[in-house]
């Protein structure tokens, strides 16, 4: 079942509740009544897409502590393909950095972001523009830096991860059941939504990890004041600039990145904008895992065999760069 | 926020964990490289669809008791088009079913179905046949009777909702948040999921909304050992043979369903499968709320300006039905 040992500590939860933000409502009209068969055998029958559609909004799930720590609530924010469940239980079944940041005392959202998961998505051509893409286990395999490109094979005994990795790599193919499509070229859409997350939670703590460690630092951008922290974790962007008064950043890095092509690219983007935060008189702090002497951290250290470690490393951080906490609250 | 008021009683958890069953690696070779725009504006980029994918798995989230009830656990199962997110909170922000039960005691599974949400979808025509259908405005205002047909406007003051309805008509474009899109005639997929979901969890009560709700039927009539009760809320069909050796059955219905064709067709299929259960000699009963003198519930009794009432009348019916629990647990 999965289901964490019984000495756990238990878990006291003032409320857990969800709800949607950002979006619109978009119409379209003259487009053909379609045929849909929703029997096996049986006659299609005529369905109208003309009509009124809500679109753009994105999905939060909040687990709010029984007694508030007064530190500022975690976002965490997942990556390009994923949704929140990332956040949730390993793919072997270890309990996630969700659980880590609860039990650390902190208020915890987790979201899906626009289009992904529970945030739906649209219809195409007529409100999204292109086709989705679905990636193959092979791509995740090379791109999440579980072992060297062509390493995937169907036949798990015939797989070369790489050697000391530290993704659980029998549990590859249940990882990638988390798997969801995504579009290209939707960053403004995405951004939109979260931005009005950070409007409707306030001073926050954002965690983002890969495509959401990008949408991090460029939300901290615009609405500095609404962020305590942002932690990014294999960031695969960063905009061009880096604002003025920022919070402190936190960059962490895996193994094998600079032997990646596309991620040592990626780094390098990432390393500019750490310059930047630098220059404009804010803390950019780099947690370089192997070069602490932490190897074989693949592109998901919050799914990785030492994911409580490298969360650890993590609360330490925001230990030392938060303020200390509002004792009347 | 929407936040419940700090008087909730704290929700004591040993653990919220979450998981995926079902579900298949499908290989797809021979389809053409895409070319997808990543940056807006940016150059179009090479993707190679070809390899393999995770395909017909579902998505489960489980809140599990720090203190046991010894009662089977709940298995919450939504409708066509949407996901586990019907179960949490309402449109208007308030605690959905999920909190209900987990407030009387029980453990509770929410999920995902096959294709919907954080289950993740497939591509077509190379995995899935169809193309998915996307719900509008108007048919949910509709077919989930908070109005008439045609009762839907763009303008929300000139709409026209069930006199005396107990939807919180004016959070409806919220609700419309939460819809996902689905598609026809995927039955036999999701049904698998739900058996690997059942023969997982062992001995459960099933309750299933809508399309899950004649899921839950289906699953019970092939699995009746694995069901302490099962409770079909509104559902949209059911299957023909009602099975032998059943658990107790309970239906669930709201108002205005015998004046809307479709759900007065969908009633009288699941009135004659009400039957077989009694012909096998199993425990069929009917909440029909309007008869209990409730009026006014929509489709979405869960969503009900008195969902909690209706919850309790839920659990009040499994207090009948259940063996009492085995003190040793």
New interface residues.
Partial sequence: ????A?S?P???????????VG?R?V?LQGLPV?Q?????NGAARA????????SG?M?V????Q?QPSGRPPVLLWHGGGM???NW??TPD?R?GW??AFLRAGYDVYVS?AVER??A????WPDIYE?PP??R????GWDMFRIGPAGG?H?HATQRRAHPGGQFPAAAF??F??????RW??H??LTLAAYDALLQ??GRCIVIGHSQGGGFALEAVRRRPHDVAAVVAIEPSGAPAQAGATLPPHLYVWGDHVQAHPVWRGYRETVERHAQGVRAAGGRADVLDLPREGVHGNSHFPMLDLNAADVAGRVLSWLDGVLEPPDPAT
Avoid: K
Avoid at 15 to 20: L, Q
Avoid at 120 to 123: A, E, L, T, V, Y
Avoid at 176 to 181: G, L, R
């Fill in positions: 079942m999965n289901a964490p019984a756990t238990t878990l006291r939860l003032r409320a857990i509740h969800s709800f949607f979006g409502t119409a379609e849909h068969r929703f029997a096996q369905v109208d897409p003309n009509g009124h559609y809500r909004q999905y799930q909040a687990f709010l029984a949704t929140g469940v949730e239980t079944g309990p969700r659980d899906d998961g529970r739906g998505w649209s219809r292109a893409l679905h193959t286990l092979e791509e995937w169907e193919d249940d990638a059941t988390q798997w969801v499509p290209a070229g960053e403004a409707r939670i």
